[in-house]
């Protein structure tokens, strides 16, 4: 693919960008929530603005429809099947909603790294912690795993459940 671009001397030249096209959309891919639809939101999505422009955006389910309808107005093709499993997927995973949660005496390492912005380390020394003590009851007592920031679990507190 070729796009052509304008110098600040206004003539034109080409920028291959496929191959720059396909490393984005890796990206993005790897960013977004799996789950049915991902596929076709970043197909959708991708096409003409990229779909960083996409997951930064939270709506609720008449916010996407209307997002999408814009979509197909100024030129996205898709079939209603792909439109509806992207409307799902966009509605479920970028919700205006306040997110659920963090259980943090179910969540796994993974998920108290991404939800808490742990490093690898600390969250997996929060699930050893639990493994050995037992589960959490309160803010305090994970500010009692070695090596936590009680800084972020103070900042976090209304976003976890025990």
């Not at 291959?16 to 984005?24: A, C, G, T």
């Not at 008449?62 to 209603?80: I, L, P, R, T, Y």
């Not at 589960?135 to 972020?152: R, T």
């Amino acid at each position: 693919m070729v796009v052509y671009s304008r110098t600040r001397t206004n003539k034109m030249f080409p920028i291959r960008v496929l191959p720059l096209l396909s490393l984005l959309s890796l990206a993005a891919f790897a960013q977004l929530p799996e789950g049915p639809g991902k596929a076709e939101t970043l197909k959708l999505c991708s096409g003409c603005h990229g779909i960083e422009a996409s997951y930064g955006i939270r709506l609720d389910r008449n916010g996407w429809q209307s997002e999408v309808a814009k979509m197909v107005e100024v030129g996205m093709v898709a079939s209603d099947e792909e439109i509806a499993r992207t409307l799902d997927y966009l509605a479920k995973n970028f919700s205006d909603a306040p997110p659920p949660r963090l259980n943090v005496n179910k969540a796994s390492a993974a998920e108290l790294e991404a939800g808490l912005a742990l490093s690898r380390s600390v969250a997996a020394a929060v699930v050893a912690y639990r493994a050995k003590n037992g589960a959490f009851q309160s803010p305090g007592d994970l500010k009692k795993v070695p090596g936590i920031d009680g800084a972020k679990i103070d900042a976090s507190k209304d976003q976890l459940a025990f």
